[in-house]
């Protein structure tokens, strides 16, 4: 595995399907997204645990407040595009959910959780916040997959950046 990516660090752009909206194979490229604003990146283990549905609703309670400052929210999992895409409408979550099937960004990014109750190489819990030049100027990995990002402090990075 990767070590995990650290405030300074350049981000690595990716492409990945978004969750299922009917459009065939619906990308998005962290690049063509940082061209809008910042991009807070919330890596979660697994779609309708209970940690994740918190960690992915807090986001959603706060996304007005992200957008006004010109930024943007993507989930990330490894799981499938229709999982994300339930996950997503069940708790009415306004933003993409990305599925990193293959496990390379996770990868790329030091954020892999080798053993998840039974489960080989889901995303450990991890938010990122990247500048428009890709430069990660907040940086947090949970140490158990159970932990909650301090929120407080994401949007407080995404403030001095804006």
Same mark, same amino acid.
């Given at each position: ?39 807070? %990146? ?9 940690? /994740?549905?918190?960690?992915? /609703?807090?986001?959603? $309670?706060? %996304?007005? +407040?992200?957008? +006004? ?28 959910? %990305? ?5 390379? @960004?996770?990868? $790329? ?7 998840? @109750?039974?489960?080989?190489? @889901? ?6 916040? @990247?500048?428009?030049?890709? +430069? ?7 140490? =158990? ?10 949007? =407080? ?6």
């Amino acid at each position: 595995m990767n070590s995990e990516l650290d405030v300074g660090d350049n981000a690595p752009d990716f492409t990945l399907l978004r969750d299922w909206t009917g459009e065939p194979e619906e990308t998005i490229t962290l690049n063509e997204k940082l061209k809008k604003g910042p991009v807070v %990146l919330a890596f979660f283990p697994a779609a309708f645990s209970e940690p /994740c549905t918190e960690e992915l /609703c807090t986001f959603r $309670d706060s %996304l007005a +407040e992200y957008n +006004e400052l010109g930024a943007q929210v993507l989930g990330i999992s490894v799981d499938g595009v229709f999982a994300n895409a339930a996950f997503k409408d069940k708790n009415d979550i306004q933003f993409p959910i %990305l599925s990193d099937w293959d496990k390379e @960004v996770i990868e $790329d990014y030091g954020v892999v959780l080798e053993d998840l @109750v039974g489960m080989k190489r @889901v995303a450990n819990r991890a938010v990122f916040v @990247v500048k428009e030049d890709r +430069e990660i100027v907040y940086s947090w990995v949970g140490e =158990k997959p159970s932990n909650m990002p301090p929120f407080d402090e994401v949007k =407080k990075a995404v403030e001095e950046i804006t």
